[in-house]
């Protein structure tokens, strides 16, 4: 009951602050555009027509004869174009939803620690790991909440208007959470340490920014002479893949097998020492 209250507690600031309501409103624009813009002409299961925002597009794919080196033209698949479009929001949703996200929640850990409050908490019969963990709680449902909230309209919308129901699609709900709370645990951690707002968000978006880099490991490594080889090789390794972690969502969005979830599990690794260092620290700093 006690880690209860704190959560509710921070499921009132997040409203208080106008972050959920934000976010709520953001996925809720991008499904309602979705579905009054997109209209589809389904004929035997193919795509005889597409009408995005008032203009007619043609479901074709352009593809070169290997014997005449004529264009042939092949008529997408119903199935095809929907996945297609769920590949891209799943990806986009991924993406855009954890740098909003992180944005969002940036000054909850330093409002937590603030002078008053913090020492209001402290007084109370509560166990600083009961602190640490409603508000963490707090932060986690409301990602799972409204990703699950957009995916999950998405799909609804796509499948409705077009008959293909791809429950692979929803695949991609927890990936997106988990991964916003691996971020999410960089900029609790420094908000502890160091109770920057700032200096947190920056760190957070500088890790993202890094693990881009990494998209092109295989090639980089045999351009980079030692030891800087070795020093990009263990921050391939140690920090997290959250940029090659977008290929997966996207593969599981479509329904395709994934070739290697390492990105996501060193990922996951990297965040539990990352809330590990942050919980020590709570309960042993001095307020």
Same mark, same amino acid.
């Given at each position: 009951m006690q880690t209860t209250g704190i959560l509710l507690l921070t499921f009132r600031e997040l409203w208080a602050r106008k972050i959920t309501l934000g976010l709520f409103l953001v996925?809720?624009?991008?499904?309602?555009?979705? @579905?009054?813009?997109?209209?589809?002409?389904? +004929?035997?299961?193919?795509?005889?027509?597409?009408?995005?925002?008032g203009k007619e597009a043609t479901p074709t794919e352009a593809a070169r004869d290997p014997a005449t080196g004529e264009v042939v033209r092949s008529i997408v698949t119903?199935?095809?174009? +929907?996945?297609?479009?769920?590949?891209?929001?799943?990806?986009?949703a991924y993406l855009l939803g954890t740098l909003l996200g992180l944005f969002a929640?940036?000054?909850?850990?330093?409002?937590?620690?603030?002078?008053?409050?913090?020492?209001?908490?402290?007084s109370k019969p509560l166990s600083r790991t009961r602190i640490f963990t409603g508000h963490l709680?707090?932060?986690?449902?409301?990602?799972?909440?409204?990703?699950?909230?957009?995916?999950?309209?998405?799909?609804?919308? @796509?499948?409705?208007?077009?008959?293909?129901?791809?429950?692979?699609?929803?695949r991609a709900i927890p990936i997106i959470v988990v991964m916003f709370g691996v971020m999410y645990g960089v900029m609790v951690l420094l908000? +502890?340490?160091?109770?920057?707002?700032?200096?947190?968000?920056?760190?957070?978006?500088?890790?993202i920014f890094v693990s881009a880099i990494f998209t092109a490991r295989d090639t980089l490594l045999t351009q980079i002479n030692p030891p800087w080889r070795q020093v990009y090789e263990a921050s391939y390794h140690l920090l997290p893949n959250f940029i090659e972690v977008t290929g997966i969502?996207?593969?599981?969005?479509?329904?395709?097998?994934?070739?290697?979830?390492?990105?996501?599990?060193?990922? @996951?690794?990297f965040g539990a020492v990352v809330y590990l260092g942050a919980a020590l620290w709570f309960n042993h700093r001095d307020f």
């Open positions: 996925s809720t624009l991008a499904w309602l555009m979705l @579905m009054f813009a997109l209209n589809l002409d389904v +004929v035997e299961g193919t795509l005889a027509g597409i009408r995005i925002f119903l199935e095809g174009f +929907v996945i297609g479009v769920q590949t891209f929001v799943g990806g986009a929640t940036a000054p909850l850990i330093a409002g937590l620690l603030e002078r008053g409050r913090i020492d209001l908490l402290l709680l707090g932060v986690w449902l409301t990602a799972a909440v409204l990703a699950t909230y957009l995916i999950g309209a998405v799909w609804l919308v @796509m499948s409705l208007k077009s008959g293909v129901w791809n429950v692979s699609f929803l908000g +502890v340490v160091t109770q920057s707002t700032a200096l947190s968000l920056i760190t957070a978006y500088g890790l969502v996207a593969k599981l969005a479509g329904s395709e097998p994934v070739a290697s979830w390492y990105p996501l599990w060193s990922s @996951m690794l």
